[in-house]
């Protein structure tokens, strides 16, 4: 498994989020997003933390409208958790680390 999130779009949403085994967690995005940039390393760091528990990916919503506008995405960024293709969870903002962990770790248990 790579180190670090992966980029999904709309061409690879449903294999590499909904058909996805493990926890997923998906951090929407844009470029021009300032509290995006500012939450963009926590999300990696999670990704190696998390590597072979959760699956964490970063979706660009200025590239990818139609997934954003399914999941009736308002603001970003948002950080949204799918378990065996459903949304079990989500954030929005740019929160602390420590929020992050806990909310990943009470997935997983």
């Known amino acids: ?10 061409a ?10 493990e926890l997923v967690m998906v951090d929407f ?3 021009w997003c300032g509290p ?6 926590t999300v990696e760091e999670l990704a190696k933390e998390y590597a072979g528990k959760v699956k964490v990916c970063k979706l660009d919503t ?5 997934v ?17 293709g459903q949304k079990v ?12 962990k806990s909310k990943i770790d009470s997935l997983l248990a």
Do not use: H
Not at 12 to 21: G, R, Y
């Open 68 to 84: 954003a506008g399914r999941y009736k995405i308002m603001g970003i960024p948002t950080i949204m958790f799918f378990k065996q």
């Open 12 to 21: 690879n949403w449903d294999s590499e989020v909904i058909q996805a085994n």
């Open 36 to 41: 995006c940039k500012m939450i963009a390393p």
């Open 29 to 31: 995005w844009a470029v």
């Open 1 to 10: 498994m790579a180190e670090g999130a992966m980029q999904v779009n709309t």
């Open 89 to 100: 969870d989500q954030i929005v903002g740019a929160v602390p680390k420590t929020q992050l």
């Open 62 to 66: 200025d590239e990818s409208p139609e």
